[in-house]
């Protein structure tokens, strides 16, 4: 059996997460939403966009006293969100289950990114500048939660100080021929470095993101009453998201409802047909069903396509040492960190495997290096608590 339909795949945005990292475009098909079925759950309300999207009267206030009255410009702005994402760089904690509103990440910085340009947009809206959302179309990145592979996306934000803020003191000549500034807010810093495309996603799709997210965590959590509810609520404000209808396959699935669930997964499917996501629950969901003939064909597809994918590997290591199998995760360590060398979780993945062997130097060694790659302060942190630990067991 295929290591792949063991990985319990919901699909997450942002280091940021809920989404699948995909290049294609989902298609405006129709949508089936006979598919929600609300008798099998209790219902919760969630959140209006107002409420996600809205800054507190504090929040407000702080703004104008930064800007002491004066029309606020690009420059002024950049100081401001420079502070967010400075802030976020020592302090931000990217989990997937940091999915707060605009209000919310503000005052607790550990947020994910989806979070976090939710704010920035709130906080340029505030300023009268313009926003758009992006989609940063990064390679496949898989989190580990509570026994989960969460596959995760990214978003980013750019502001623009249109010419009417910029020249409103100006001809309206004048404002024909000058170009609008531009400043993108990305909280990833890999995503920064790298000029990964992007594409413009609308407001609706990002409250759907937000929903969709929130859903997987209480799916995540057992609480598969709330969880209907996120992922109904991100259905009916953008019904073609494939990413909320393979979420909701995935709650059917685990409630036993393995016809709809099916039926939801060729929803999602419909919308976008390279969404991975569904397709790795959709071979779990054959193997479920006793269909392993269709299971195999597509967990090798998806093998064949994430081979060179050294987050794949590490999805696939950690696998492997659950089972303790610490050959074969080694093998999957060692293969992701010459995919890519400078990715923390390879080298820890080969610390773990050696402190399960009893090699203690050797652990200490490859722990050292994560420490030594790792850009998040709680991932340096959590590596230099366990190099303290190791050294204590060492010297006894």
Known sequence: MSTLNKIKFVSLIPV???????????????????????????????????????????????????????????SQTQTLLKFLV???????????????TASEAYFDLNANCLSLSILSFSLAE??????????????????????YSLLTG????????????????RTSAVSLYTAPKSLTIDFDPNSRQQKFPTSNITKQRILAMFYSNRGAIHMIN??????????????????????AWGNLGVLYRIVNQHQLAEQTYQQALALNV???????????????????????????????????NPYYQIVLGNEALEANNLSLALRHFNRARRLDTKLHSSYFGIAKVHYYR???EQAQKYLSQAY????????????????QWLQTVAKN
């Open 126 to 147: 505030h300023l009268g500048f313009e926003s758009q959302f992006q989609r940063v179309h990064i390679p496949e990145y898989w989190d580990q939660t509570l026994g």
């Open 154 to 169: 990214h978003v980013n934000l750019v502001i623009t100080e249109s010419n009417f803020a910029r020249n409103r003191t």
């Open 16 to 74: 940021c997460f809920l989404l699948s990292a995909c290049y294609s475009t989902e298609q405006q098909v129709s949508t089936n939403k006979n598919l929600l079925n609300d008798t099998l759950f209790t219902e919760h309300r969630v959140p209006s966009e107002r409420e996600v999207f809205q800054l507190d009267a504090k929040i407000k206030t702080q703004l104008d006293v930064y800007f002491r009255g004066a029309t606020p410009s690009l």
């Open 222 to 243: 057992g609480e598969h009453d709330f969880a209907y509810n996120y992922f109904k609520a991100a259905i009916n404000i953008d019904e073609h998201y494939s990413g």
């Open 358 to 360: 009893g090699n203690l």
């Open 274 to 308: 390279d969404n991975k996501t569904v397709m790795g629950n959709m071979a779990l969901l054959y193997r479920l069903t006793e269909r392993a003939h269709l299971a195999d064909s597509i967990e090798s597809k998806l093998s064949a396509e994430r081979k060179d």
């Open 372 to 387: 030594k790659l790792s850009e998040f302060n709680h991932d340096r942190k959590r590596y230099q608590n366990k190099l």
């Open 86 to 100: 400075d802030n976020g760089e020592s302090s931000l904690s990217y989990q997937s289950g940091a999915n707060l």
